[in-house]
């Protein structure tokens, strides 16, 4: 038949392109044959054409090899697969014509062209991805149609089948970055952020897709509010020289609460480029932030004679200089920076320096000074959590609660958003301190509201007040209006563990370790719980240093890791980890911490430190306090 291209004049010519060029591989083709078939030399060309990549004139080539030869399905599909590869979807379908009468390798052609095409035009997923399931209907398991089909999901907001469909390829190919990374996006947009994180580790370390994956690791993380661990994450690949990203890592070490890694990331920096003013202003705020206000001092005091108009480092200062006992000098430099920011009340600075001014004179132990600080603030729109929270504490710290309540009401009215929530959250608790029944007619609409955020603030005020019993019941109602939510499930547990129902605790704490194994707070909890009983310690030496190693700058955590220590007779270590929390802590260290390395150095037998820490701690308040006063009798000294 003169106008059929034989399959096996096909396959030698299909062998021979790589070696030949058009012209060469009509000719070896024609010495078999009497004559030509139709099509057949624009045919050759165009495949060689296409194997040079001169995609335009291969192109012209398969016009005319189709239009000679129209009936040739070889020809149809060859010249779709490269359009398909070039991008030119949109003339695949064209070229392939009706759908009806075309074989798998068509219906796989068109399928694949439709979700090509989807991609740009979003009315078409649903005729692409029915066309898919089509062509995955004639090669089922076809890795091509199927992840294409996954793509056409995700566009279409089937998120669940889309990352169904990818696990399952990655089943079959493990190894293949591509499928880990879109795996990852997928469990990431379907609310599995730990899973995508390990997914996104994985194809991290190497390859083509490695930076891809490495900045989605550490925008999720940051999602998650992990910021150390995407702090960490960085460093794992992070060079000597790449100072703005080590910048950032530092950064986003401090806000996750590692300061002694985010100083050595921050003098990483400052070893390439020593005066890196950002460098140089985070270090000094960790040296502060560390407790090690002498340190910190001396270093604002040189980057604020470089920048003698700077407010923030002014601010910084003076909080360095109160933390050290020194509030004269402190309120000088406060002083210093209100000049500056006084005379712009709608700057960051302005607000800045008013929570500064108040913070300085609770600290030296003055809440009227610190009001008047606040008071200063005419816009109230502008004030947010911090103003409120600091209004409510010069109150607190006089338990005023009459006052308190009074200056809630007083400037709830002139709030917005979550500030206003606060001062209401304050109100609530302020009459609950004096047993005032119009406490609850301001809480029961935090706790009923449809908004999370106000149902946590209204459950932290029963948490703050230790209403546990209160807190169990509202947790439970919460809980079940919102079962996804991890803090009010925190917040039912700790309540459980202070009412001795400590196996329900368990539960809970357990509960929330299944569905996020890397939860800090959650390990700590159950880690100290278990501890402080006496059980399980194996289990929570694990837990707690878990919770250590996600936050090592954590005091609570040092402070449990200490206790657990303690507990299975490991002095040396637990004096190690007591004292690092202690040191962390600085002067204001808390009363049950003080007490735990006190009774660790009775035990070995130091008794004037431990006595003096006992005694601080007692003064302090901390747990099982009666106990502890039997320590400090003659026939106490020593381990309980």
Known sequence: MANTITALSLAGLILALPALGAASAVAAVAEDRVSMPAGLEAYVAARV???????????????????????????????????????????????????????????????????????????????AEAALRTALEAQPGDPGLLFALAQVLQRKGDLREAQEVVAALRADRPGNPRLVETDADLLRATGRGDEAVELYRSCSAAGPGAASCREKLVELLVELDRPGDAGEAMLGWLGDLELDALMRAAVLLWEGGRFERSLETARRVLAKAPDAPRALALEAHLLAALGR????????LALAKKSPEDVDLMLALAWSLGRSGDLDEARRWLERGWKVAGAQPASRQY????????????????????????????????????????????????????????????????????????????????????DDPRAWRRLRPLLDSPELEDVLSGLQVLQALERWQDLAREGAAAGARFPDSRDIL???????????????????FLRLLEANPGDASAANYLGYMWADRGENLDRALELVSLAVAREPDNVAYLDSLGWVHFRL????????????????????????????????????????????????????????????????????????
């Open 49 to 127: 054409l296409e194997a040079e990549g001169r995609y335009r004139e291969a192109i012209d080539a398969y016009t005319r090899a189709l239009g000679e030869a129209p009936e040739v399905g070889e020809v149809r599909r060859a010249y779709a697969s490269m359009l398909l590869e070039i991008g030119m979807a949109d003339r695949v379908l064209v070229v392939l014509g009706d759908a009806v009468d075309l074989d798998p390798e068509g219906l796989q052609l068109r399928a694949l062209a439709l979700a090509q095409q989807a991609g740009r035009r979003p009315e078409l997923a649903a005729e």
């Open 293 to 300: 206000h002498e340190e910190a001092i001396a270093r604002f």
């Open 351 to 434: 607000l800045s320096c008013l929570l500064t001014g108040a913070r300085l004179e609770l600290l030296a132990a003055k809440p009227g000074a610190a009001r008047d600080w606040l008071e200063r603030l005419s816009d109230r729109s502008l004030a947010g959590s911090d103003w409120v929270r600091l209004l409510a504490e010069t109150y607190r710290s006089q338990q005023d609660w009459p006052g308190g309540v009074a200056a809630m009401v007083r400037v709830a009215p002139e709030l917005e958003g979550r500030a206003q929530r606060d001062a209401e959250a304050m109100e609530a608790e302020f009459r609950l301190r004096v």
């Open 490 to 508: 925190f917040a039912r547990g700790a309540a459980l563990e202070r009412l001795g129902e400590a196996t329900a605790a368990e539960e809970v």
């Open 569 to 640: 007779g490991n002095l040396g270590e637990a004096e190690r980890w007591l004292r690092r929390a202690v040191e962390l802590d600085g002067s204001e260290a808390d009363g049950t911490m003080l007490c735990h390395l006190g009774e660790v150095l009775l035990a070995k037998q130091e008794r004037d430190e431990g006595r003096r820490l006992l005694q601080l701690g007692l003064g302090r308040g901390c747990e099982d306090a009666d106990r502890l006063r039997s320590l400090l009798e003659p026939a106490g000294d020593g381990r309980d």
